[in-house]
Every structure is written in C-alpha cells, then in structure tokens.
C-alpha cells in the first residue's frame, strides 16, 4: 500500500514504522511489515508492505492498514483471496 505522509506519519522527517498498523484476518502483523519511503526529505509518500513467514491459507483474507491523520486515525480495509493455482 503507498500512501502520502502527514506530519503524525514521521518522526524526525522519515516515515515512522511504530505509527502505522497492519492486520491480517484481525492478527497483527505490524512488527513484521517494512515502512519504506521516498528519497525527499521530509519524506512524502511511504509504502508498506508483507510478506508472511509461513504461506497464508487458501481462502478469503482481510486486510485493515491504520495510521494517524489529522487528530484521529484513518483505516482502510479490504479483502483479498488466497488460490493454490497449478501453473500449466
């Protein structure tokens, strides 16, 4: 997921990890997601992204991604399907 930084985003100009959260089928998975952002500084824009330990089952998955935004937080969240897909 990309997204543009706020100020509550970074710490010290750079994206700050410890701010955004990530949830798959309601774990959390934020100590394992990597925050990575532009090269500007203060950084713009970041990007989180997963890769799970073990391989995610087949079936329906649920993702929410939270960060602070103004006074609050912003959550998006959508789901995604997991397919054990032979290749020919």
Known sequence: MDFRLTDAMRRQGVADAGAISLAIDGTDVSAQAKVGGTLDFPQSRAMVTYRPQTPLTDGQRRAVVSFPQGSGRVTYA??????????P
């Open 78 to 87: 959508w789901t995604f399907v997991v397919a054990d897909i032979p290749c």
